[in-house]
């Protein structure tokens, strides 16, 4: 398995973009990232957070149907995402493994190493707006 990450993909309004949300699925379509888990994510106007199974959305209806294991994402990381959003916006909560780095991985593994960490780089240190 490729090292997997937690991403909260945060949206302005209250419910999803379409096209943003077909552009995130069209990377699992490509094979470079696996979905793993996954939850929808609203703070309202007036600041109550709420979560969905991807399956309440027409667009994510199925995106789960093969997960193997228990859910990742629990109250806890729905309330701790909630604190990145502002009121009256939406977020994707994935759980991702990076398939393009899965090889990468499995060699580091068989020569004795472990993947110690990452970090996430803002786009903003990177120069992207």
């Given at each position: 398995m490729?090292?997997?990450?937690f991403i909260?993909?945060?949206f302005?309004e ?7 949300v077909?552009a995130v ?5 490509a094979g470079?990232?696996r979905?793993?888990?996954?939850l ?5 106007a007036?600041?109550a957070?709420?979560?969905?199974e ?9 995106l789960l149907a093969?997960?193997?294991?228990a859910p990742?994402?629990?109250p806890e990381?729905v309330?701790?995402?909630?604190e990145l959003m ?5 977020a994707?909560?994935l759980v ?5 780095a899965?090889?990468a991985a499995?060699a580091?593994?068989?020569a004795?190493g472990?993947i110690?960490?990452?970090v ?8 992207v707006?």
């Open positions: 490729g090292p997997a990450e909260v993909l945060a302005p209250e419910q999803l973009r379409v096209a943003a077909a699925m069209g990377l699992r379509k470079v990232v979905l793993i888990d996954g929808v994510a609203t703070k309202t007036s600041g957070v709420l979560s969905a991807f399956d309440e959305f027409v667009e994510l209806r199925g093969h997960r193997e294991a990742l994402i629990g990381d309330r701790e995402s909630a502002d009121r009256g916006s939406c994707l909560l991702v493994e990076h398939v393009w899965e090889d499995i580091v593994r068989a004795g472990r110690a960490g990452a996430r780089l803002p786009a903003d240190r990177l120069g707006a």
